[in-house]
C-alpha cells in the first residue's frame, strides 16, 4: 500500500496544496501581475504536461514501468530522455511552478527547490542506484551524457 501512496503525483498534490493553501490565506500583497502569472503559468503547466506525457509514451514504448519503485525492463535514453534522466521530474517541477505562478502565490515559490531535493532524496538517488546495479556501464555513459534534471 505505501508503494501507491509515496509516488511523485501525491508529493506534487501535497506540495499544490499547501501552495493553494498560502494563496488563498496568506497572500502577504505580493504579485506578477495577473497577465504574466496567467501566461507563464499556463506555459509551465502545458510544457511539463506535454514533457511528461512524452517521458510516459517514450517509456511505454520501451515496454518499462514508469513507476519510480518497479524494476526497470529498459534503459530509455531516446526522446525526451536525451534532455533530461527524469523528464517526467522535471515535467512536474514545471506545473508546481506554473500552478505558483497561475495563484499569484509569491511565497511558495520557495517550495520549487524543497520539492526538487524531496524527488531526488526519495525517489531519483535510489532509481539511479537500480539503474546502475542493473544496466552498469551503459547506465554510467548514459549518465555522463545526459545531466539529471536539465
Same mark, same amino acid.
Given at each position: 500500500m505505501?508503494?501507491?501512496?509515496d509516488? @511523485?503525483p =501525491?508529493?506534487? *498534490?501535497?506540495?499544490l496544496?499547501?501552495?493553494y493553501?498560502?494563496?488563498?490565506?496568506h497572500p502577504v500583497?505580493?504579485? !506578477?501581475g @495577473? =497577465?504574466?502569472a &496567467? /501566461? *507563464?503559468?499556463? /506555459?509551465?503547466?502545458g510544457?511539463?504536461? *506535454?514533457?511528461?506525457a $512524452?517521458a $510516459? %509514451?517514450?517509456?511505454?514504448?520501451?515496454?518499462?514501468?514508469?513507476?519510480p519503485h &518497479?524494476?526497470?525492463?529498459?534503459?530509455v535514453?531516446?526522446?525526451?530522455f536525451? *534532455?533530461?534522466?527524469n @523528464? %517526467?521530474?522535471?515535467?512536474d517541477v514545471?506545473i /508546481? $511552478?506554473?500552478?505558483?505562478?497561475?495563484l499569484d502565490?509569491v511565497l511558495? /515559490?520557495?517550495l520549487? @527547490?524543497? !520539492?526538487v531535493w524531496? =524527488?531526488?532524496?526519495? !525517489?531519483?538517488?535510489?532509481?539511479e542506484?537500480?539503474?546502475?546495479?542493473?544496466f552498469?556501464?551503459?547506465? =554510467?555513459?548514459?549518465s555522463?551524457?545526459?545531466?539529471?534534471w $536539465?
Amino acid at each position: 500500500m505505501r508503494k501507491w501512496i509515496d509516488i @511523485p503525483p =501525491v508529493w506534487l *498534490l501535497a506540495f499544490l496544496c499547501v501552495a493553494y493553501w498560502q494563496a488563498r490565506n496568506h497572500p502577504v500583497g505580493l504579485s !506578477f501581475g @495577473p =497577465v504574466w502569472a &496567467d /501566461l *507563464l503559468g499556463g /506555459l509551465f503547466v502545458g510544457g511539463g504536461l *506535454l514533457l511528461a506525457a $512524452l517521458a $510516459l %509514451i517514450e517509456l511505454r514504448r520501451n515496454r518499462t514501468s514508469f513507476m519510480p519503485h &518497479d524494476e526497470a525492463a529498459q534503459l530509455v535514453t531516446g526522446g525526451v530522455f536525451k *534532455l533530461s534522466r527524469n @523528464p %517526467i521530474y522535471v515535467g512536474d517541477v514545471m506545473i /508546481l $511552478l506554473g500552478i505558483i505562478l497561475y495563484l499569484d502565490a509569491v511565497l511558495s /515559490l520557495a517550495l520549487v @527547490p524543497i !520539492f526538487v531535493w524531496v =524527488v531526488e532524496k526519495r !525517489f531519483i538517488e535510489k532509481e539511479e542506484v537500480r539503474l546502475q546495479r542493473k544496466f552498469v556501464a551503459r547506465y =554510467v555513459r548514459y549518465s555522463q551524457q545526459t545531466r539529471r534534471w $536539465l
